[in-house]
């Protein structure tokens, strides 16, 4: 696994060390005594924290837990972080007690303290861990595969909505302030731009993005105006719903679990179904080879919505409905920007695989917000048919 890549753009950047398997066997060890731990691996494709699933062996067959170390330059307060997974995992458990709370299989994924400690995180050499507890009999993927997938991603993100909608949004702590407010992105990038000056771009993509993002300045504020005029109000949100943090039950392929619950904190529910659709209504996902090939679906719109609307609609006001489609570009175009600005700044927040990495996602994001620009009219009127 790649080391963590830390600091977000403008700030100093703090590479943490790689991770070698003698530094996660001491770490795991602190979680569970170390006599029974089999394996550590990576897990998933996080572009931010780096995430292990251990294998434990003992008298009662084999069990499993998914060990991660916080990016603490991303996340620079794990008390917060913690809190809320507390404070959540609580609010939904004793929810889900509840006969009808969610309809079939639902799961959390729980925080496991380390042993001999009275915090739910463990702080070692500067470092942050926690443990959570691995849900088992489900897959995960990186891209929707299709039309049933995706409305498993709109119910699996209702339910999620719906079992926290009775949580007051100031009991959850801010663990990334501005999150999902995309014209402090915007602000960013332009710092950065005048940074850096003029970059190597010897095929046009870079101009391309830098004139995408231009042509856009004016739309960046649409939510945030929506809010500050009353129209939507801030409510607990999940923050990341990509396709890659859910879970779906390895047998049926229902969604059982929403995963990666740092980004939990209050917030528009549109960031979240903005993302839900730039993430599930793109078959070629984010990792995209050529970004000239994605497309915004809206066959799996119109699934994925279903999905959500049959398990949170009703929680829906006429204004949260209006803005859906505004979502769904703002967010594939503010995450674009997010990546252009990374790319720009020399990859300092997201992991990257190679140079220019960030720079082919930001491509991606950007293609998708524009197949989602000229589906405008037919996405806006999909929502009202589901209204
Ligand atoms: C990051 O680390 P990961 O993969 O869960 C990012 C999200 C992006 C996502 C795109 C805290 O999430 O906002 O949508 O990459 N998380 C943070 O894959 O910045
Ligand atoms: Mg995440």
């Given amino acids: 696994m790649l080391a963590g890549q830390v600091s977000g753009p403008g700030s100093d950047c703090v590479v943490q060390t790689p991770l070698q398997t003698s530094r996660l066997l001491t ?14 691996e990576p897990l998933g494709q996080g572009n931010v924290n780096d995430t292990h699933l251990v294998t434990l062996r003992g008298d009662e067959g084999e069990r499993r837990f998914v060990l991660q170390r916080l990016n603490t330059t991303v996340f620079s307060a794990p008390e917060r972080v913690m809190g809320n997974l507390a404070t959540i995992t609580a609010h939904m458990g004793q929810k889900l007690q509840h006969p009808g709370a969610a309809a079939g299989r639902w799961e959390l994924p729980r925080p496991i303290p380390p042993r001999a400690s009275d915090r739910a995180w463990l702080e070692l050499d500067g470092e942050v861990w926690r443990a959570l507890s ?13 039309a049933g997938q995706a409305h498993e991603l709109g119910r699996g993100l209702g339910i999620f909505h719906d079992l926290l909608s009775d949580l007051p949004a100031a009991e959850l702590a801010d663990t990334l302030e501005g999150f999902h407010v995309t014209p402090r992105y915007l602000a960013e ?25 231009r042509d856009r300045e004016d739309q960046v504020d649409l939510l945030e105006a929506a809010a500050r005029r009353g129209e939507i109000s801030p409510r607990p949100i999940h923050g990341d719903p990509k396709i890659g943090n859910v879970l779906f039950d390895a047998t049926t392929g229902r969604a059982v679990a929403l995963i990666d619950l ?17 993430s599930g209504c793109n078959p070629l996902g984010e990792e995209a080879a ?23 609609g009703a929680s829906l006001t006429a204004a949260d409905r209006h803005w859906i489609p505004t979502a769904a570009r703002l967010i594939s ?41 000229a589906q405008l009219p037919a996405l806006t009127a999909l929502v009202q048919r589901l209204s």
């Fill in 27 to 40: 770490v795991a060890g602190r979680f569970h005594p170390p006599g029974f731990i089999a394996a550590v």
């Fill in 134 to 146: 691995f849900i088992e009999d489900t897959v995960g993927c990186e891209a929707v595969a299709d």
């Fill in 189 to 213: 990038h332009r710092v950065v731009l005048e940074r850096v000056g003029s970059l190597a771009d010897d095929d046009g993509r870079l101009a391309w993005a830098l004139a995408f993002v």
């Fill in 262 to 278: 740092d980004t939990v904190k209050p917030g528009l529910l549109h960031y979240d179904i903005g993302d839900a659709l730039r």
């Fill in 290 to 312: 050529d970004p000239a090939q994605v497309r915004f679906d809206l066959d799996l719109a119109a699934a994925l919505l279903e999905g959500y609307m049959g398990a949170a």
């Fill in 333 to 373: 175009f503010e995450l674009g920007l997010r990546f252009l600005t990374d790319h720009l700044a020399g990859d300092v927040y997201f992991r990257t695989g190679r140079r220019g990495h960030n720079l082919q996602r930001a491509l991606v994001q950007f293609q998708l917000c524009a197949s989602i620009e």
